[in-house]
């Protein structure tokens, strides 16, 4: 007769917490629902940041300056008034632009 030590016991087998799914003890992640068996021990590191605003910056800088040439070299009162508008709006919206980003830095 075996004694109660020679009882073998049997793994007991790993439930899915998303679907309850029977598994193997040794699964990373559940075959039926794909959900990960345990939690990670280290967090992925943050995206870098964009560099989609610095683009746009320089881009307006560029228009802004070659406007500037623009309208220092054509004689007074030849250039059309909706340039004049479109050089201020783009440097309303440059100078915009700029504070918007320096706000969004200092808050993070």
């Known amino acids: 007769m075996l004694g109660v030590a020679a ?7 790993m439930i899915c917490k998303s679907c309850g799914t029977e ?7 559940c075959y039926r629902c794909g959900q990960a068996t345990f939690e990670a021990k280290r967090r992925p590191p ?5 560099r ?4 746009i910056v320089a881009v307006a800088v560029v228009i802004l300056i070659l406007g500037a040439l ?3 070299q054509v004689p007074e ?3 059309p008034g909706w340039v004049r508008w479109v050089m201020a709006a783009l ?5 915009a ?3 918007f980003v320096g706000r969004r830095r200092r808050v993070r």
């Open 7 to 13: 009882i073998r016991r049997l793994p007991t087998p």
């Open 23 to 29: 598994i193997a003890d040794k699964a990373l992640i």
């Open 97 to 99: 632009w700029y504070v």
């Open 77 to 79: 009162g030849t250039v």
């Open 52 to 55: 989609g605003g610095q683009l």
């Open 70 to 72: 623009f309208l220092g």
């Open 46 to 50: 943050p995206p870098p940041p964009g």
């Open 91 to 95: 440097g309303a919206l440059l100078l």
